[in-house]
């Protein structure tokens, strides 16, 4: 390169080698990000992240340790909607405020129909070495889909849904909604921190590209 890469410029290439699934190159990226002495919280949890994804909880707990020890802060993931002219903030794996039984029990039915659509849960998605059942339910707590599950529940059938969301969304949450979203016959329009997805009848307007 012309330039010297950065810390951003190492996180840039991390990203894609997420989407593209080049898990070797992207442990020689992780190796380079963690070299820095920097306070880019995204970036170590970028790293944290891909380790956990393959496994490698000796290095998601040497990296967390290093963000405890510089006393960095990691934003926890939260989404909202408003329905009926308010708003409703729900945390993933949160206990629910507003319909707990309700929302959770109707979470249940529309898994289970997603799964006989075909859909599979990605475990590789769930970030803490915990048993494969534990995982599950948590990405199925995931907070887009309470969020999804309570605008569901209470907007008229055929409202397009309109979430927000303050971190990426995974991959595992992306490819649920493209089954709820067929499922329940409904525009589910969400914007995470990378842009905007709509999904439609299955699809997403990403391409599954984000």
């Known amino acids: 390169m012309p330039v010297q890469p950065d810390i951003s410029i190492w996180g840039a290439l991390l990203s894609a080698c997420r989407i593209f699934d080049e898990t070797l190159i992207a442990e020689r990226v992780c190796e380079r990000i963690m070299a820095f002495d920097t306070e880019n919280t995204g970036c170590h949890v970028l790293a944290s992240n891909l ?4 496994g490698k909880w ?12 510089k006393k ?8 909202w909607i408003e329905v009926k002219n308010k708003v409703y903030v ?6 629910l405020v507003e319909q707990s039984e309700e929302v959770y029990k109707f979470l249940e039915v529309l898994t289970g129909l997603m799964a006989k659509e075909g859909y599979v849960p990605d475990r590789k998605f769930v970030l803490q070495d915990v048993e494969e ?3 599950k ?8 889909r309470l969020a999804i599950a309570f605008g569901l529940l209470n907007t008229k059938p055929g ?3 309109l979430i927000m969301k303050n971190l990426r969304a995974c991959g595992d949450c992306h490819t649920a909604i493209k089954y ?7 525009e589910i329009l969400i914007r995470d921190s990378n842009r905007f997805h709509l999904f439609k009848d299955g699809f997403c307007s990403c391409g599954d590209f984000w």
């Open 51 to 54: 380790y956990a994804a393959i």
């Open 58 to 69: 000796d290095m998601v707990g040497k990296i967390r340790k290093s963000i405890e020890a």
């Open 72 to 79: 960095l802060k990691k934003d926890p993931g939260f989404s």
């Open 90 to 95: 729900f945390g993933t794996g949160e206990q």
């Open 133 to 135: 059942d534990d995982k």
């Open 137 to 144: 339910h948590m990405l199925f707590t995931h907070s887009e």
């Open 159 to 161: 409202t397009p849904l």
């Open 180 to 186: 709820i979203s067929k499922i329940v016959a409904r």
